[in-house]
């Protein structure tokens, strides 16, 4: 409590403090003190007020704001960024918590400015093409409720996209208007990756497919797992056939055997390739 001029003979005006007093048996408790004055005569004023017990009280905020800071400490450094909005029926969308997490993801400036309420533009920033498909899919739909785990583009305020994974499920406050909890990852490492390997891959069954002569691997299971366009020709489609299945003699079989027998990490490769 700042008591600079409030023990002054002439200080006159009304209080609402709250304060500490130290009790016999129950140690500090905080007290809320409220007092108005009435002048008496021109020498005397008459207070009258109440003190009311806050321990409980000041007890619960200081609890809350300790669950507050562990939670801004636990959301700041999970691998993505946090969030929380309203939707009412009419799709008007309101910020209730924007983590941090959303200022390494999209920039400072665009993260502020969803932070302060236009939490449309959050969504004005993921690609076109993937925000038709979330159109498409009913998410923007006023009885959409279906927790949803989606990849897709989001622009920065550097001009760049980046690849996110947002997943986030629905709380109903009442009969108009949701809750949306969840987290939005930065995927774009991964992503990128596997175009990577989708072109390395796509490169290598074009040359595999150019060969002009017979081509084709066994797995170590004994099956044929992949073959090119000639061996097509000559044998007709033989992927998960084993070679006796189709062989014409033992002497072929043998060499084919002995020569399209698959090492463990050529198999990895085939497998990928024959999934595409």
């Avoid at 109440?50 to 321990?55: K, N, R």
């Avoid at 619960?60 to 939670?71: G, I, K, M, V, W």
């Avoid at 760049?160 to 208007?177: C, F, G, K, M």
């Amino acid at each position: 409590m700042r008591l600079t001029g409030r023990l002054e003979p002439d200080f006159a005006e009304p209080v609402d403090e709250e304060y500490r007093v130290q009790t016999k048996s129950r140690g500090y408790m905080w007290i809320r003190a409220i007092a108005k004055p009435v002048r008496v005569d021109q020498t005397t004023l008459r207070w009258h007020g109440a003190l009311i017990d806050i321990t409980d009280r000041r007890a619960a905020e200081e609890a809350l704001r300790t669950s507050e800071q562990r939670f801004q400490i636990l959301a700041d450094n999970l691998p993505g960024a946090v969030f929380s909005y309203d939707v009412d029926e009419n799709q008007r969308r309101t910020p209730v918590y924007v983590g941090g997490g959303f200022e390494r993801l999209i920039g400072k400036s665009f993260a502020r400015r969803i932070r302060e309420g236009d939490m449309d533009w959050f969504f004005e920033l993921i690609h076109a093409d993937d925000l038709q498909r979330m159109y498409e899919e009913g998410q923007f739909e006023a009885s959409f409720s279906d927790p949803v785990d989606h990849e897709y583009r989001l622009r920065t305020e550097y001009g760049s996209y980046r690849w996110v994974r947002a997943i986030a499920s629905p709380i109903r406050l009442d009969e108009t208007t949701l809750r949306w909890h969840g987290l939005v990852i930065d995927i774009s490492e991964r992503k990128y990756a596997e175009e990577r390997a989708q072109e390395s891959e796509a490169r290598l069954r074009v040359a595999v497919e150019s060969l002009p002569f017979d081509f084709f691997v066994i797995d170590n299971n004994g099956r044929y797992a992949m073959q090119n366009a000639v061996c097509r020709e000559h044998w007709g489609d033989v992927v998960g056939r084993r070679p006796e299945e189709i062989c014409p003699d033992e002497r072929t079989l043998e060499i084919w055997q002995k020569g399209a027998t698959l090492f463990p990490g050529q198999a990895q490769l085939v497998e990928k390739l024959k999934s595409k």
